[in-house]
């Protein structure tokens, strides 16, 4: 059986490995340990196709340690005891080095496992993950191990990348053919090289790749897009922030991304709320705006559904803001988890007969409307919290004309 195209040509050395600047430029604190063969227990965290297997199979190869690789999808507490068996015996007195590729897949007690060998130096371990490690990798063995986050590639490294394969292939690639390939691929080297190997089977004798070519190939770029992943919440959040930070072409190009995910339901859900806690008051009609266009999105499905949230979109980003009534929401409620105006005032109250014990007898509630402007002062929050200021208004059109209009009210009604 043929090996894929990314085994093949899979770098041998850090000069020939693409990206990840931040971690293998000259002079940066990681590739100096690993020139110097200083080799701890790592994780490596980050998307698929950009480097971690990679990377571990040089730093093993430059190593004096014993290589064993497992795979956190298919391995046993007994694949994990034979390699530990391994590192006990004469022929690997230098030490273990074990890969343990897709951590996440292993269960407690199984990462529990590694523990006494790794803490002892016997096993030193390099994991890899597509999964944030602090939320899947047991927090005894994580202490043990330094994090390094590996970044999906940018379209340059990409192109690197393709270049040196098509180099060691004798193929040649014209510039919009490398152009669209290492755009299709979603910063993923392996994703690029596997198309890459596609196309090599479908070239005649002339071993040039063209654009018609790639086009005709690859159909669209295969969207670096999990639900059940990380990057869906990045995204989400990415949305929302570009919302709430007025800029309306990252709030388009994110909802877009979530679009060709097929989630619909989240980025209505996040216009919902983004309309609410950072729109507001500074423009309250908005908000069934926004409605509207979320339930004619749901109504319509994709592809249409995506012109509802486009306007909904671009309205929020470029409406006033005001947090205002996030901020008196949230604020109340810390005094109530903190089991604060915990009696209602009596004027407020739904009993309108006092026991006999009572101090003060009768509700004394003042209906608002029976007075000027629908106004009158009287006590509404409860006694411990009776001068508590909750809503505070901000500096909008909106809120500043309810607080004039308020603030001559109220001042009127204590001069009578």
């Known amino acids: 059986m043929q090996k894929p195209l990314a085994d093949l040509l899979r770098p041998e050395s850090l000069q020939d490995m693409v990206g990840q600047h931040h971690l293998l430029d000259d002079g940066t604190v990681f590739r100096k340990s690993i020139d110097s063969n200083h080799i701890t227990n790592m994780v490596f965290y980050g998307p698929p196709g950009v480097g971690k297997t990679t990377l571990a199979n040089i730093i093993a190869k430059n190593s004096n340690l014993s290589l064993y690789k497992l795979n956190g999808t298919n391995a046993s507490i007994d694949d994990i005891k034979n390699v530990i068996k391994e590192a006990d015996s004469f022929l690997n007195h230098q030490g273990v080095l074990l890969y343990l590729d897709e951590i996440q897949y292993l269960n407690k ?122 990057k ?58 926004v ?55 009596r004027n407020l109250q739904n009993t309108h007969f006092d026991g006999a014990d009572a101090k003060v007898k009768g509700q004394h509630y003042i209906y608002p409307h029976d007075f000027e402007n629908h106004y009158v002062e009287q006590q509404y929050l409860p006694d411990d919290l009776k001068k508590r200021k909750y809503y505070i208004p901000q500096e909008n059109k909106n809120e500043q004309s309810f607080k004039e209009y308020w603030d001559k009210i109220k001042k009127n009604n204590k001069k009578k």
């Open 291 to 345: 409605k509207a266009c979320v339930d004619s999105a749901l109504q319509l499905g994709m592809p249409e559904a995506r012109l509802p949230l486009a306007n909904a979109t671009i309205l929020i980003a470029t409406a006033p803001k005001s947090n205002s009534a996030y901020l008196a929401v949230d604020s109340a409620m810390m005094d109530i988890d903190q089991g604060k105006g915990t009696t209602v005032p």
């Open 109 to 230: 007690k199984q990462q529990q496992s590694l523990l006494e060998f790794v803490e002892s130096g016997d096993i030193t371990l390099i994991a890899s993950t597509t999964e944030n490690p602090y939320f899947y990798v047991y927090p005894a063995l994580l202490s043990r191990c330094t994090v390094f986050e590996f970044k999906a590639l940018q379209v340059d490294d990409i192109k690197e990348g393709l270049l040196k394969a098509c180099d060691k292939l004798g193929l040649k690639i014209n510039d919009d053919a490398l152009e669209t390939l290492a755009l299709a691929s979603n910063g993923d080297m392996r994703k690029a090289l596997n198309n890459l190997d596609f196309i090599f089977g479908a070239l005649n004798q002339t071993r040039v790749i063209d654009n018609d070519l790639v086009k005709g190939l690859i159909d669209k770029a295969n969207i670096a897009y999990d639900r059940s992943e990380d």
């Open 232 to 289: 869906h919440f990045d995204t989400l959040s990415a949305f929302m922030k570009s919302l709430r930070g007025s800029d309306p072409d990252a709030a388009i190009f994110y909802l877009a991304k979530l679009l060709k995910g097929g989630d619909i339901i989240a980025a209505s859900r996040r216009l919902l709320c983004s309309v609410s806690e950072d729109v507001g008051l500074a423009y309250p009609q908005l908000i069934p705006i």
